[in-house]
Structures are given as C-alpha cells and as structure tokens.
C-alpha cells in the first residue's frame, strides 16, 4: 500500500475505525490517534473512532469511543502495531468492510485487504509519520506530538538496536512542527513521589541469573503493597535497563493462575533477540523488546535458561 492508495480509502469511507493491540503502548497509542487526529483535520466530514478496551498507562491519550457493532459494520478498520488478529484490542474489526493493516513487527501474520508492514522500522509511529508526509496533506501540532510519543518510547529514547537514520528523520520531521520536545520527555518519563518509591523498589528486587542476565520478580503482595498492577509494575522494567553489565533483563508479575500462581513477563536485551523465545511460550513482540503471559514457575526458570543460551550462543 502506498500514500495514494492509503488516501483513496479514506476518502472512500464515511466511516472510519481505528484499531490497536491490546494493553497499548506509547507506539500503539500514538500512531492511533494521531492518525485520527491528521483524518479529523484534513477531512473533517469523516466519522472516525478509537476502540480498544485497554489504555495505554505512559503518556497523555484521549479515552477510547464506546461504539455499536453498527458503526464498526460497514466502515473501513485500520489496525495499527498488531502482529496477529488476537492481539487485536476489539475483535469486531472483522465487522468492517475493508481492513488497512500497519504494522513493524517481526515475523507478522498477515491479515486485512490492505498492508503497510515494515519489519524493518523502529516504530508504527515512524512508518505512518512517512507515510502522512508522503500523502501531502498537512500534520498538526497535536499530531505530531501523538506520533513523536510512540517513536520516542518504542525506541527507548533512540536506543534500541532497529533504531536507523530513517527513525531518526522521522523525528526530525515530527520536531520541525514545533512540538515541545523538553515537555513531551517530561510527560512520558517524569514519576510522581509513588512511582518513584515504586521504581526504587523494583530495583531493589533484582536477581542476578549471570553476570549478564538480570530478572526481578514480583509477588501479588508486594504489588498490593504499593498499589499497582501487573501491567503497570512491569512497565517499570527499564529502571534495571541501564545497567552496563546487563545483556538481557527481564520482569515477572505473579498473577491468580486456575492450578496456581502464574507470570507475566517482559523482556529486554541490547543485542540479542528474544522475540522468538517468547514466541515459544505463547508470547512475542519485537527482537530487542517482547512479552509472555501465563508461564508456571518452571517456565520462568526455562526462559531465563534459553536466554542465557541464547546469550552465550551470540558469542561463539
């Protein structure tokens, strides 16, 4: 798909419905509303909604709209920064009548009439700021700063191993609009006096698996303690990211499993890719930055294990 034919669509369509992966991110967030913001201000006779049940927990995000299976019936889904339809945040966008699939993920599995899927990008938010300069019509302020958002996190300010000249000149566009770039870092990654006394005990929770290899792992009880959940508590998985020894870090939050205590998990590595190893438990995401549900206290210890493998297969 390109910017003309991407173009075309919208102007097909009275309606237009904007999808995204479930527990959303910066760069999930960001790329659907400000597509929605760049649709409401160039063609603003188009009826256009945000659906999904999560929210995304960083940043600054209106509330999704709550809408009839009628109005997602007929209209033109556009699903951004999902890999897989399961992962899709509102399984009605089946009812649409065309599906427009973007997306950057490794190894995606293709759904939709039209596709716009560069494994090779740092973010959705860098493909889709692309492709709005490539249709010629303008991009607000307010647009610019929702897709500046999704770059900035999803490449963990710049530093992730798929970040390239063209991810930074995508940012450059989206600055040359006059966002306030100081203001936008402080929104994202500033903490209030909870979090940061969060933050410091995550850190203070972690184990080192190798000299390498670092995991914190956090009990129901310890998260009740500070009143956060699991998604949430995970997301402060980059506070043991910026240690120089560590190769691969990752969290674990205990969850109510049916036979047990479970796991969630997020990963983290520098170099290595460990979006497959989390494929193998049911997870995935990007080479550098991936998920996994419902793992059972062994599969913690086989994760970390193939890791480690991983790790020290990188190096021979």
């Not at 479930?22 to 659906?51: H, M, T």
Request: net charge negative.
């Amino acid at each position: 798909m390109n910017a003309e034919e991407f173009v075309s669509k919208i102007k097909q369509y009275d309606r237009i419905t904007v999808f995204r992966h479930e527990r959303p991110d910066c760069d999930a967030a960001g790329s659907q509303f400000g597509f929605i913001s760049w649709v409401r201000d160039n063609f603003p006779g188009k009826k256009i909604y945000a659906l999904g049940q999560g929210t995304c927990t960083q940043g600054d995000f209106p509330p999704n709209d709550e809408v009839t299976d009628n109005i997602v019936r007929g209209s033109l889904a556009v699903v951004f920064d999902t890999a897989s339809p399961d992962r899709i945040d509102d399984e009605r966008w089946q009812l649409a009548a065309e599906v427009i699939n973007i997306d950057h993920h490794p190894e995606p599995q293709p759904y939709g009439n039209l596709y716009l899927i560069d494994t090779g990008a740092a973010a959705v938010c860098e493909i889709l700021t692309r492709l709005l300069e490539e249709t010629g019509y303008p991009i607000s302020l307010r647009t610019a700063e929702y897709l500046y958002s999704g770059l900035l996190t999803d490449t963990l300010c710049f530093r992730t191993s798929n970040t390239t000249a063209r991810t930074l000149e995508a940012a450059a566009h989206l600055a040359a609009y006059g966002i306030d770039i100081p203001a936008i870092n402080r929104k994202l990654f500033d903490l209030s006096y909870s979090d940061f006394r969060f933050a410091s005990y995550f850190r203070s929770r972690t184990v080192l698996y190798t000299d390498e290899i670092a995991y914190v792992k956090l009990h129901m009880e310890d998260m009740a303690r500070f009143g956060v959940n699991g998604s949430s508590a995970r997301n402060f998985i980059d506070e043991i990211g910026h240690v120089r020894e560590f190769a691969a870090w990752c969290a674990f939050t205990e969850k109510e499993g049916s036979d047990g205590p479970l796991y969630d998990a997020s990963l983290r590595s520098k170099e290595i890719q460990i979006n497959d190893i989390a494929a193998a438990y049911g997870g995935g995401g990007h080479r550098n930055a991936a998920g996994v549900k419902d793992l059972s206290e062994s599969d913690v210890d086989s994760l970390l294990a193939a890791i480690k493998d991983r790790l020290a297969s990188s190096k021979k």
